[in-house]
């Protein structure tokens, strides 16, 4: 868990962070979005002390993180920013064994563990030896996210981790990693400005605006904030059409299925059918119908849950 | 015209001229005695000095109408031509002069020179490496006795024993001083990077002495040096005085740290700010930021720098001869003050030879330490 009450910073005379409160529950994903400059970096790189505070209080695992030292707290928080940042001059291997390294594994574990994070994240075991200027940015991104993941820390922090890859490049990424939450939850705080990603990734939202939250809710829920010009402004007046990107018809159905089709795919065939109705197979094999109603009726409970 | 016909014409004209006109060498009695001009026709002969002509005539059409033709093979036939006429031009006796076999000697001439400078225009099409081939050769041919009555070799003979010492000295004149500079030049580019309010003083100082006139700085360096050989004469018994290796080595360190300390400094700037980042981020210490990423990072600029350093150094190192710090420079002054071309020519042909072949060394530690590594110091980081 990582609670975090009434902190400030202050860059010279702008105010990055005012008085922010947040408690983060363990195994969520939380992820922090805004505009350039809403402080949300500043709060996320407040967590492992790459920046000091002025006032407030952040606890880690029960510890407040000014008692740790820096270097202690930093290898128990995986961290993975938007320029990747692997050392070129390491092969892939040793640059996911660094933490591990600097925590004085035996090289038999780093072995183990940076094979099956390799297996985790999809990349070939061949791609051990290579240097990080023979990768692409994709796999470049995940051999970031393996070394973040590598001395396997509770908290993951990860600052625009997938924002200089190409979007198809991307989507990829982002659904790898969503499986691999799904497999690992960890504590992770995501940084982002892209709306569509926020929604798919996120257990849990926040909005934030000139060193404020102004909102903090499972993205389901943020519905009922759009009353407030900024969130409306800032999510997009079609934020609940991304929305339904989140929910497969298998959520729908109430069932454990494996169908790859998303309810924002089933509002586009809404739009093209003539009859306003779309038919989906359960796994039973029974027929259900689907209407506009219906998915409007889904979100609303969705904001209810 | 195209840049190519231009070459050939060049070249044609070099060779023509420098065949038929110009002297290729001088005949001297003695060392300081004036010279009997030879022309190619002296020492070639009247037979092989026109079918010379027509072969090149011939050679020159091959080239002008058939690029590509016999390249291959007349890169050849120019490459043995040179040590040939060397030969033959060592070999010449001039008619009705009285001369003691061991002391006369033969210097070259600039029709020499330029017939060489046309050849290589005319081979520009060719593939060039083989001029290393061709002064390995003549060298060879040069210490296998084949050419003694040539000035260079006489010279040579003559000081072998002070040549080689000389040589010994220059390069270690030149290669450790520039290795003292390397840890504090390492560390003068760490100062400035650490701390920018000093950036200024430190770039100050070591451009002071890469702007001097290195010959203004070994007369200053004398001064001080000469007072504190004076005042503990000890330190004179070990060597440290104004004259000779300690002002000689002081000024080329000196001379050496800039190279080094800018390379560092650019280096250790140009590191990706996100690799730095992340190491921190890690939970890396500084010092072990400094030790497993950052210095290392740097080390191909830090070699480059290194390299800057000894070539240039190479070439410096003659200006110690001036203040009894010996190295080719002794050589080459000596030479300079007896009108002995010849002598002067065996001071500097070694240094040239040194400095590519001490860059040529560099080139190769700098590659692979950038291969190793797997990045550049100048190009930047493929992070997108």
């Given at each position: 868990m990582i609670e975090i009450s009434g902190l400030s910073k202050h860059y010279g005379e702008t105010l990055a962070l005012d008085k922010v409160d947040l408690t983060i529950n363990d195994g969520e994903c939380v992820v922090l979005i805004g505009p350039s400059g809403c402080g949300k970096s500043s709060l996320l790189r407040s967590i492992n002390r790459m920046i000091d505070i002025d006032e407030g209080k952040i606890i880690v695992a029960g510890k407040e993180i000014a008692s740790y030292p820096p270097q202690e707290l930093r290898r128990?928080?995986?961290?993975?920013?938007?320029?990747?940042?692997?050392?070129?001059?390491?092969?892939?291997?040793?640059?996911?064994?660094?933490?591990?390294?600097?925590?004085?594994?035996?090289?038999?574990?780093?072995?183990?563990?940076?094979?099956?994070?390799?297996?985790?994240?999809?990349?070939?075991?061949?791609?051990?030896?290579?240097?990080?200027?023979?990768?692409?940015?994709?796999?470049?991104?995940?051999?970031?996210?393996?070394?973040?993941?590598?001395?396997?820390?509770?908290?993951?922090?990860?600052?625009?981790?997938?924002?200089?890859?190409?979007?198809?490049?991307?989507?990829?990424?982002?659904?790898?990693?969503?499986?691999?939450?799904?497999?690992?939850?960890?504590?992770?705080?995501?940084?982002?400005?892209?709306?569509?990603?926020?929604?798919?990734?996120?257990?849990?939202?926040?909005?934030?605006?000139?060193?404020?939250?102004?909102?903090?809710?499972?993205?389901?829920?943020?519905?009922?904030?759009?009353?407030?010009?900024?969130?409306?402004?800032?999510?997009?007046?079609?934020?609940?059409?991304?929305?339904?990107?989140?929910?497969?018809?298998?959520?729908?159905?109430?069932?454990?299925?494996?169908?790859?089709?998303?309810?924002?795919?089933?509002?586009?065939?809404?739009?093209?059918s003539e009859t306003g109705v779309v038919e989906v197979t359960d796994t039973q094999n029974k027929i259900h119908e689907i209407r506009f109603e219906d998915l409007t009726r889904y979100l609303r409970e969705g904001e209810r849950r | 015209m195209k840049p190519g016909r231009i070459t050939t014409a060049a070249g044609s004209f070099l060779t023509l001229f420098a065949l038929t006109l110009l002297p290729w060498g001088e005949f001297k009695i003695n060392r300081v005695a004036r010279g009997i001009p030879i022309p190619?026709?002296?020492?070639?002969?009247?037979?092989?000095?026109?079918?010379?002509?027509?072969?090149?005539?011939?050679?020159?059409?091959?080239?002008?109408?058939?690029?590509?033709?016999?390249?291959?093979?007349?890169?050849?036939?120019?490459?043995?031509?040179?040590?040939?006429?060397?030969?033959?031009?060592?070999?010449?006796?001039?008619?009705?002069?009285?001369?003691?076999?061991?002391?006369a000697r033969i210097s070259l001439g600039i029709g020499f020179y330029l017939f060489y400078v046309g050849i290589l225009l005319l081979l520009s099409k060719t593939k060039q490496p083989k001029l290393k081939i061709f002064l390995s050769f003549v060298f060879i041919l040069a210490f296998t006795g084949n050419m003694d009555a040539l000035g260079l070799v006489r010279e040579y003979r003559n000081i072998e024993e002070t040549f080689l010492r000389e040589l010994t000295r220059h390069l270690t004149l030149a290669l450790f001083s520039a290795m003292a500079a390397i840890p504090p030049g390492i560390s003068l580019?760490?100062?400035?990077?650490?701390?920018?309010?000093?950036?200024?003083?430190?770039?100050?100082?070591?451009?002071?002495?890469?702007?001097?006139?290195?010959?203004?700085?070994?007369?200053?360096?004398?001064?001080?040096?000469?007072?504190?050989?004076?005042?503990?004469?000890?330190?004179?018994?070990?060597?440290?005085?104004?004259?000779?290796?300690?002002?000689?080595?002081?000024?080329?360190?000196?001379?050496?740290?800039?190279?080094?300390?800018?390379?560092?400094?650019?280096?250790?700037?140009?590191?990706?700010?996100?690799?730095?980042?992340?190491?921190?981020?890690?939970?890396?210490?500084?010092?072990?930021?400094?030790?497993?990423?950052?210095?290392?990072?740097?080390?191909?600029?830090?070699?480059?720098?290194?390299?800057?350093?000894?070539?240039?150094?190479?070439?410096?190192?003659?200006?110690?001869?001036?203040?009894?710090?010996g190295g080719m420079g002794a050589l080459i002054f000596l030479g300079l003050s007896q009108s002995a071309l010849d002598l002067v020519l065996l001071g500097t042909i070694p240094v040239v030879v040194m400095a590519l072949i001490l860059d040529a060394v560099f080139e190769v530690i700098e590659e692979t330490t950038v291969r190793k590594l797997g990045v550049d110091y100048d190009r930047n980081l493929r992070l997108e």
């Open positions: 128990k928080i995986g961290y993975c920013i938007q320029n990747v940042g692997l050392f070129p001059h390491y092969t892939v291997y040793e640059n996911i064994a660094v933490v591990p390294r600097l925590e004085k594994w035996d090289e038999t574990r780093i072995k183990e563990r940076v094979e099956f994070l390799m297996n985790l994240t999809g990349l070939p075991l061949s791609y051990l030896t290579k240097k990080p200027h023979e990768l692409s940015g994709g796999e470049a991104q995940r051999v970031g996210v393996c070394r973040a993941l590598a001395a396997d820390p509770d908290i993951l922090l990860m600052d625009e981790p997938f924002g200089a890859v190409d979007p198809m490049t991307r989507i990829k990424i982002q659904l790898a990693f969503k499986n691999i939450q799904k497999e690992l939850k960890k504590t992770v705080v995501f940084v982002t400005h892209d709306v569509e990603e926020a929604i798919l990734l996120a257990d849990k939202l926040v909005v934030m605006q000139e060193g404020k939250i102004l909102g903090y809710d499972v993205p389901e829920a943020f519905a009922k904030h759009m009353e407030e010009d900024f969130v409306r402004l800032f999510l997009g007046e079609d934020y609940p059409v991304k929305l339904l990107k989140r929910h497969g018809v298998d959520d729908y159905l109430k069932q454990d299925g494996d169908s790859a089709t998303t309810l924002h795919e089933i509002l586009g065939r809404l739009l093209k | 190619a026709m002296g020492f070639l002969g009247w037979a092989m000095w026109t079918t010379s002509i027509v072969a090149l005539l011939f050679i020159i059409a091959l080239i002008r109408f058939r690029p590509r033709f016999f390249n291959a093979v007349l890169s050849w036939v120019f490459l043995l031509l040179p040590s040939f006429s060397l030969i033959l031009l060592s070999r010449f006796i001039p008619d009705g002069v009285d001369f003691d076999p061991k002391v580019g760490y100062l400035a990077m650490r701390y920018p309010k000093a950036r200024e003083w430190i770039f100050g100082f070591v451009h002071v002495f890469q702007v001097a006139p290195t010959l203004s700085l070994l007369a200053l360096m004398m001064i001080p040096l000469t007072a504190l050989a004076k005042a503990f004469p000890f330190l004179a018994d070990l060597g440290i005085k104004g004259i000779g290796f300690a002002p000689a080595f002081i000024v080329l360190f000196l001379y050496s740290l800039l190279p080094i300390t800018a390379n560092t400094y650019a280096g250790l700037k140009q590191t990706d700010p996100a690799v730095l980042e992340n190491a921190v981020a890690l939970g890396m210490s500084p010092k072990q930021v400094l030790r497993k990423v950052w210095f290392p990072l740097t080390l191909p600029s830090i070699f480059a720098g290194i390299r800057t350093a000894m070539t240039q150094n190479v070439g410096n190192t003659i200006l110690a001869g001036l203040v009894g710090g």
